[in-house]
């Protein structure tokens, strides 16, 4: 496989800036902006890289292709003409989701079903064999098809990257934790000020600024769906997570200082510490 990967950033709808300018503090230039998502290069560390330390993306994709598709032979065809085999091993399992905006192929599950048969296609031409077993590691692809533009990508993240790992025991908080990361770039602040969150709730934003104030990797304690896959043999990712460390900073005085009304909300924050 290639060294140099195309990388797609997710974002929520107007969060698209923040997560470019975390990109670029992150060493990556060759942006691309467009709603929703941002394009990017990179290598296969990257990949560990972005989902480590991005905190306000949603999820980190590999993109393995985009192309104009009306027909469902033209999809079929580009589809199988991508190199699948490069990425997929022998015993991956590959299943297909879809989306369809304004475009001539709307029906979701047939093209879920012509890219599904596509991949296989590929996938025969290299191992030489008709059947796979698909009890591997997960590759998740997905074909996004936009003013009949197709787009072709795997999930690199597995969980969204909202979870962060710390609210295991608790379940979900009203406001992602992606959201209040962006919410604590727009203020300007920075560590050696105080922080107060008078409506904390269950600590979502005052946790969210400690990591940022410590720089600590958001995903640093969460695991990823792409660490399974061999195109990460030579512990690509145990070097991303050793960077990780090295460049937080955990003895940074913070003064963050988090309350609310609700006793039982300050109480489960206090847990999450």
Not at 29 to 42: A, P, R, Y
Not at 106 to 124: L, T
Not at 199 to 207: A, D, E
Not at 220 to 230: G, H, L, M, Q, T
Request: glycine share 6%; aromatic share 8%.
């Amino acid at each position: 496989m290639a060294k140099s990967l195309s990388l797609i950033a997710t974002t929520a709808m107007g969060v698209e800036a923040i997560a470019a300018d975390e990109l670029r503090k992150l060493g990556y230039h060759d942006l691309t902006v467009e709603n929703g998502k941002i394009t990017f290069s990179g290598e296969p560390i990257d990949i560990c890289r972005a989902n480590l330390w991005l905190r306000t993306a949603d999820r980190i994709k590999l993109k393995i292709g985009a192309f104009k598709a009306m027909t469902f032979d033209s999809l079929f065809e580009q589809t199988k003409a991508l190199p699948w085999p490069d990425i997929l091993p022998l015993n991956a399992s590959f299943p297909v989701t879809g989306k369809a905006v304004k475009s001539q192929l709307h029906s979701v599950p047939d093209c879920q079903a012509i890219v599904k048969k596509a991949v296989v296609e590929s996938m025969k031409r290299r191992y030489g064999q008709e059947w796979f077993p698909e009890d591997g590691p997960l590759y998740k692809i997905e074909v996004a098809l936009v003013k009949d533009v197709a787009t072709l990508t795997i999930d690199t993240s597995g969980a969204g990257l909202h979870k962060r790992g710390y609210r295991s025991l608790h379940g979900e908080a009203p406001l992602k934790e992606t959201l209040a990361s962006a919410l604590i770039y727009l203020t300007k602040w920075t560590p050696d000020r105080p922080f107060v969150d008078p409506f904390c709730g269950s600590g979502t934003i005052p946790i969210e600024a400690a990591l940022i104030g410590q720089n600590i990797a958001p995903g640093f304690n969460r695991d990823f769906v792409s660490e399974a896959w061999p195109m990460f043999a030579g512990d690509l990712w145990e070097k991303a997570r050793e960077e990780a460390d090295a460049a937080a900073r955990y003895d940074q005085p913070l003064d963050i200082l988090g309350s609310d009304i609700d006793h039982k909300m300050v109480e489960l924050s206090s847990t999450m510490h």
